[in-house]
């Protein structure tokens, strides 16, 4: 199946838009619905750890990228998005801080 973010041929992995970390966390509760908490996309492995390499604070990727959209909105994550489409060759990439 084809990565939402990416757009490869790529086995997928499930990201909880809100991680797992944040879900006892009063804010999150407060500000979430449970059914929001357990949303998540299918992505491919590479973009995946993208978005933990980019965004590594896991209350700031709960807080504010939280959609597909937001996290787009992400400059450095957008820019690695956007490379990393044009790459055909199979394997893994390493994501570069």
């Known amino acids: 199946m084809n990565c939402p973010m990416c757009d490869r041929d790529r086995d997928l992995t499930f990201h909880h838009l809100i991680p797992q970390t944040c879900h006892k ?3 999150f509760k407060k500000n979430f619905t449970r059914e929001e908490m ?17 965004i590594p604070n896991e209350k700031k990727l709960g807080r504010d990228y ?13 820019k690695y998005v956007e490379w990393l489409s044009k790459q055909r060759r199979q394997g893994r990439f390493k994501v570069r801080v």
């Open 25 to 27: 966390n009063k804010w």
């Open 38 to 54: 357990h949303a998540g996309i299918d992505i491919c492995r590479d973009c995946h750890s993208a978005i933990h390499k980019y």
């Open 66 to 78: 939280n959609t597909i959209e937001k996290l787009m909105a992400h400059t450095a994550l957008a």
